[in-house]
């Protein structure tokens, strides 16, 4: 029998996301029931705006259960070889195209500072081990909690988001997928008030055309498959939200980078 995260443990549990707005992407269903929210990540080193902007959200997040770490973003997104599925899971994280030592000594840092967070607790939830859309950062969060849970022993459950780009990378650990949780409704409040106030900020990283699933669930490893036990998962099926990965019109891209770099010449931006 499958044993379900009860309403209880949920309340008892911590969020932990990488960056700000992935509380509101991922994990919306559990947001206010969740004791504590930590996210990760938060300055941009290549993006003055952004760090400002995500500052002045911080002063303003209507939430009180929330910590930021605010750790620098590394040079990672988009650079992880996607192609080699779950093969391309390393020690910092994911492989990445070119090294990063940013992200090397993030996982560090990251874990340094989690492991003193979480060490005394019964539940954590995260992103999963494929990074939802594919974010080598959400992979790394990810792979520094399992670690700590490896140690500490509390129970870690993650999101049930995939795409196109992860979609290999999650066919390797869907057999070992158990449900934690039923099929949850997203908050659609909760999202629209947050979503408000990130664009109010303008930090909010994820498409507009993006439509919320009207509800997501969530997952732990099975420990027999991952102590490589021969008994057969209990695994039976796997509901998981599929998420479209928007592609942006390279001529309106175009135009969008002459328009920053005007503004920044004419010192319109910052």
């Given at each position: 029998m499958i044993n379900h995260l009860s309403l209880l443990d949920i309340k008892n549990a911590i969020l932990v996301v990488a960056h700000p707005d992935d509380e509101v992407l991922w994990f919306s269903s559990l947001l206010l029931k969740c004791k504590k929210i930590i996210?990760?990540?938060?300055?941009?080193?290549?993006?003055?705006?952004?760090?400002?902007?995500?500052?002045?959200?911080?002063e303003q997040y209507p939430l009180d259960n929330i910590e930021f770490l605010f750790l620098p973003e590394s040079n990672a997104f988009k650079k992880g070889k996607w192609n080699l599925g779950h093969k391309a899971e390393s020690n910092y994280g994911i492989t990445l195209q070119n090294k990063d030592l940013i992200y090397e000594n993030n996982f560090t840092k990251l874990s340094n500072l989690l492991e003193k967070r979480l060490s005394s607790e019964t539940t954590v939830i995260t992103h999963n081990p494929w990074g939802e859309y594919g974010h080598e950062e959400h992979v790394q969060v990810h792979q520094v909690i399992r670690n700590i849970q490896r140690k500490?022993?509390?129970?870690?459950t993650f999101s049930s988001y995939y795409s196109d780009r992860t979609?290999?990378?999650?066919?390797?650990?869907?057999?070992?997928l158990i449900a934690k949780t039923e099929l949850i409704p997203t908050d659609t409040e909760i999202i629209s008030s947050l979503k408000k106030l990130y664009k109010k900020n303008r930090c909010w990283t994820w498409s507009n055309k993006y439509i919320f699933p009207a509800k997501e669930c969530f997952y732990s490893l099975d420990s027999n498959i991952e102590n490589n036990d021969n008994r057969q998962s209990v695994t039976s099926s796997i509901p998981l939200n599929y998420i479209p990965l928007f592609k942006t019109n390279p001529i309106v891209q175009y135009i969008k980078s002459i328009v920053l770099y005007i503004g920044r010449v004419l010192k319109i931006f910052d």
């Open positions: 996210v990760c990540y938060g300055e941009r080193p290549n993006n003055k705006n952004m760090t400002k902007n995500r500052k002045s959200l911080i500490k022993k509390f129970c870690l979609l290999a990378f999650m066919e390797a650990y869907r057999k070992k």
